[in-house]
């Protein structure tokens, strides 16, 4: 069965600090990924997502995420962070089911 | 305009109990789940639905069932709540072929049963 692991579940980061939150997934086929942000007191939504193509996606406020195919990761990214992308963040997977199968989350705070 | 809405936002009730959760969406989208967020924060996903026809059903208790009347709703009714169903209930729906492309979600219901 597919599943989604996010190895860091609390990340505690000053502004203008540069971040990097893993995900790997176990799957052997085409998946498509994705991650979800959710703010304090916000919906889960979409931040970016991988389909096909060129594997360093951009989405939005900044963030980035490198699909390498070899190594089963897709880690999210942002050069420089902001007190207000303190949030969940969710790497999520898709391998042709009618769902995404999800990780457990990673709690960001950026400290002003 | 909320585009998926679920009600209610929190739920505290006894065991044993029956409760339900509504959940609509105004996007026009095809398919509905239920997701569930346990404490440790991973979301499973429960039940898709597409078109009112059921098209994931996930290791969930018969306790649990879900009521689609048309495809912009699908309810949760849970029967005989048990202290290990605390958690929060994510309802999300998808404009989608033969995956999601993009989930949109519900605000999430906090389940919580004493």
New interface residues.
Partial sequence: AQSVSQHNHHVILSEAASLELGCNYSYGGTV?LFW?VQYPG?????LL?Y?SGDPLVKGIKGFEAEFIKSKFSFNLRKPSVQWSDTA?Y?C?V?T??????????TRLQVQP | DTAVSQTPKYLVTQMGNDKSIKCEQNLGHDTMYWYKQDSKKFLKIMFSYNNKELIINETVPNRFSPKSPDKAHLNLHINSLELGDSAVYFCASSQDGTGPEKLFFGSGTQLSVL
Wanted: net charge positive; aromatic share 18%.
């Fill in positions: 498509n979800y916000q919906h889960l939504q979409l997502k389909f969940e969710f999520a898709n042709g089911r009618r769902a995404l199968t999800f990780g457990s989350g």
